[in-house]
């Protein structure tokens, strides 16, 4: 199921699509427009540094220590992707950036460096970087809103010391207090995530954790059930074991939990995993849910791209195979390694991975996304699909997932998930996935 992680301003009543979103309910033209927009509305870039490999970790970073040369060549290396994509016209529109890894803090100036040429090639109303308490310095702290950073997504995962050494952080609880709060004096907004379901957690201390990070002041928090991956630490010591701790029941009961003490003191759910204070719902987040193209650079990163998009791409990328005339969305995903895009010159000498989609797939898709969303599906996009995929038959999986409790209709025409939604995500999103037609054709080059 393919997925990962246009200005999108906020708006109070129905923000979680934004600004582009509401038009769209008004004028069908206007939201299929996205669809044809050569620029992406959201770029990310990521850094694969990591002072040590966390125990649960399967993303694309490695180890690195500090002084290593390779983070200033890596990173020179992206500037050089990001001028050659803005000179195409990639960046036309983008909006927002998130700069991720890894950890980017560990990267120090040249992250600063990062994010001051990110934000001069693009009219950016949000510039997120991830941040581990243990590398975000007063130093940081200081250059980084100089520089455009706008937000900071920081990773503490638990408040509880025992929790954190057994999931291989490298901070403690007070170490992260101090600097959470410290980032909060800054003016940036801030975001933590927090991680459930984790070896040693108790109920207890999943609301110790989610209490603390809220009296910390932060205005976002995310929470996720840790998944045990093959090839990590814990999928090597606990894969075949099945442990209680992070059993399906588990997940669903701490993040019930999250979502009545988070909502308590005032933060909205807005997506599946994602709480907000009124105004601090995260720009870049939205655009992955709400058929915006985006961008990514750096090794594993993905994009999306519409066939007008990947044209422009293809321009400089002889790499890149031939879009069928039906193909109406790209997705990208950076096969080389670090050492191949410090190496690059440009675009050209990448490696990627593509699923190339029809109107239709990329139709059922959206649906799947939207289902992510408190506000769903909006009505412009199921004319969209009605058009797109059959209106007897995305009326049938409408009236399904309603019938099954897991969607409702709500005023104006939206179809929402319920809070049984939220709990049997995957049962949902596959029931708007079910409607996708013929098979994505997938290529490396």
Request: charged share 20%.
């Amino acid at each position: 199921m393919p997925l990962d992680t246009n200005h999108m301003d906020e708006d109070a009543s129905r923000g979680a699509t934004g600004e582009a979103m509401g038009a769209s309910a008004r004028d069908a033209n206007a939201f299929e427009a996205r669809y044809t927009q050569a620029g992406v509305g959201a770029l990310y870039l990521h850094l694969p540094f990591c002072a040590r490999k966390c125990a649960y970790c399967d993303f694309a970073s490695r180890a690195t220590r500090g002084d290593d040369p390779r983070m200033g060549a890596y990173v020179d290396a992206l500037v050089r992707l990001l001028n050659q994509a803005s000179d195409l016209g990639l960046l036309e529109g983008c909006r927002t950036a998130y700069v991720g890894g890894g950890t980017p803090t560990l990267a120090g100036e040249h992250l600063v460096r990062l994010v001051r040429n990110t934000s001069e090639l693009a009219s950016l109303s949000e510039l997120t970087c991830e941040a581990n308490p243990d590398s975000l310095s007063d130093e940081l702290l200081g250059r980084l809103p100089q520089a455009g950073c706008t937000r900071l997504s920081i990773g503490v995962q638990s408040t509880n010391d025992q929790e954190l050494r057994t999931l291989g952080r490298l901070h403690d609880a007070r170490q992260a207090a101090d600097r959470v709060r410290a980032a909060v004096l800054t003016g940036l907004r801030v975001s933590c995530d927090l991680m459930c379901a984790i070896p040693l957690q108790t109920d207890a201390s999943w609301r110790r954790s989610l209490g603390d990070v809220v009296s910390w002041g932060v205005g976002h928090v995310s929470v996720y059930p840790l998944a045990i991956e093959e090839g990590t630490a814990f999928g090597r010591r606990y894969g075949d074991d099945d442990p209680s701790w992070n059993d399906p029941d588990v997940q669903a009961e701490r993040m019930s939990q999250a979502h009545a003490h988070l909502e308590s003191r005032g933060f909205a759910r807005y997506e599946v995993a994602s709480y907000a204070l009124p105004g601090q719902r995260c720009r870049h987040n939205l655009a992955y849910w709400t058929s915006s193209p985006y961008l990514g650079l750096g090794t594993r990163a993905a994009s999306m791209l519409t066939r007008e998009g990947y044209l422009l791409l293809s321009s400089v990328c002889p790499q890149l195979p031939e879009a069928a005339p039906d193909v109406r969305r790209v997705r990208l995903t950076v096969g080389s390694s670090t050492d191949e895009i410090i190496r690059s010159r440009g675009l050209g000498d990448l490696r990627f991975d593509l699923e190339l989609m029809t109107e239709g797939q990329a139709a059922a898709e959206d649906l799947m996304l939207g289902m992510r969303l408190v506000d769903g599906i909006a009505p412009a996009l199921l004319e969209h699909a009605r058009r797109c995929l059959g209106a007897d038959d995305v009326d049938a999986a409408c009236a399904r997932a309603a019938a099954e409790g897991l969607a409702c209709w709500a005023p104006g025409g939206s179809l929402v998930p319920t809070n049984r939604g939220w709990l049997l995500g995957n049962q949902l999103y596959g029931e708007m996935w079910d409607l996708a037609q013929g098979r994505i054709v997938s290529v490396s080059c």
